[in-house]
């Protein structure tokens, strides 16, 4: 297994997993007084917590893979993994710049802006520390960094021109800005799993492909016509309500999560039938999934699905809602011209004026 794939591995699953949903639909009073514990936890757990920077030891005993550096007239040590080693500084690897594969994880770390000086960085694992921030000078080679649970809050300053897979899971994330597209030209897989967000406004990357906002808290399907090049999306375990939102530009959407969201009407989905390659869509888990019209309303509303949920559509299904499809235009086309022929009588009527009074 390469450095990225193991860096990324068990982070792009499909989110159909977790049928059970053990761990779903707890109060929300709940969730903030167990979060108030957590942090208060987490503060107590730091003034414990001893000094204890990285030394010249542990880095000799933690780098590997011998590579020739840039100028091609030397070799080094490109490799470094120093995870789960309570390390709370790293101020050491400034002068470590060969450097291209760093695995910081399970520390206990706040700061990491020392990184900044390897600029032959390739990929990053920082998962598991204490950083508030993912902020990092433009790092000119950087294609693959991962940030994810830490006490993260903004995702200003990730601007690296060759990163391509972000993951910022489960941290403290209210709003997205800062992402600028004309630098994230490269960036295809965007993970925001277990944040704040209330909105997936504020993702303005037009070169996005993967986009995982699962478990958030999120009401609002916004700013979607930025999003031109996305494939696949996830939104399992948010509050969505309403289905507005999806613009007709998104022409290479095909993949749309929404598993336990609070959709009730299985008209909604007919919302989403601007998107013209829209094949596979997951509801389960919603209160409209429990109506006994639920797949084939769904379908008379999207007629490009193919699968609903875990079920491909059959031949059945799909001649069927053609049928329904049809009944309901021309039904609605009728409605429409008697509306028109009734309005017409009466414009008619209004047009002649009052009859004048017969003579006595």
Do not use: W
Request: net charge negative.
């Amino acid at each position: 297994m390469s450095d990225e794939e193991a860096l990324v591995s068990g982070e792009g699953e499909e989110e159909e997993q977790n049928p059970t949903g053990e761990d779903e639909g707890e109060d929300e009073d709940e969730d903030l007084l167990h979060g108030d514990e957590e942090e208060h936890a987490e503060a107590e757990e730091e003034e414990k917590a001893p000094p204890n920077p990285l030394t010249e030891d542990i880095v000799a005993e933690s780098l590997s893979l011998l590579c020739k550096t840039g100028d091609g007239l030397a070799h080094a040590y490109v490799r470094l993994d120093i995870h789960e080693r309570d390390i709370t500084d790293i101020e050491i690897l400034q002068s470590f710049i060969h450097l291209r594969y760093v695995d910081i994880s399970k520390n206990a770390l706040k700061d990491i802006s020392a990184l900044s000086a390897l600029t032959h960085m390739l990929t990053l694992k920082a998962d598991e520390n204490l950083l508030t921030s993912a902020k990092l000078d433009e790092m000119p080679f950087l294609q693959v960094a991962s940030f994810s649970h830490n006490r993260i809050t903004t995702t200003e300053g990730i601007n690296h021109p060759l990163l391509e897979h972000l993951n910022l899971n489960d941290n403290r994330i209210k709003e997205v800005s800062g992402l600028d597209g004309t630098k994230l030209t490269r960036l295809h897989t965007l993970e925001l799993r277990g944040n704040k967000l209330e909105t997936t406004d504020g993702i303005y990357l037009p070169c996005i492909k993967n986009l995982f906002l699962a478990a958030n808290v999120i009401r609002r399907i916004e700013g979607m016509s930025r999003l031109t090049g996305l494939t696949t999306l996830h939104l399992r375990d948010n509050q969505i309500e309403n289905l507005e939102g999806f613009s007709d530009v998104q022409k290479a959407l095909q993949y749309i999560n929404l598993r336990n969201n609070l959709v009730t009407s299985v008209k909604e989905p007919a919302k989403m039938k601007v998107l013209p390659m829209l094949r596979a869509l997951v509801l389960s888990g919603n209160p409209c999934a429990e109506q006994d019209d639920y797949r084939l309303e769904t379908l008379i509303g999207i007629r490009t699905l193919e699968r609903l949920d875990k079920d491909e559509y059959t031949d059945e299904e799909r001649t069927e809602a053609e049928e329904i499809a049809e009944q309901r235009r021309i039904e609605e086309e009728e409605r429409a011209n008697e509306a028109e022929a009734e309005g017409g009588t009466a414009s008619d009527a209004e047009e002649s004026g009052p009859t004048a009074p017969e003579d006595q």
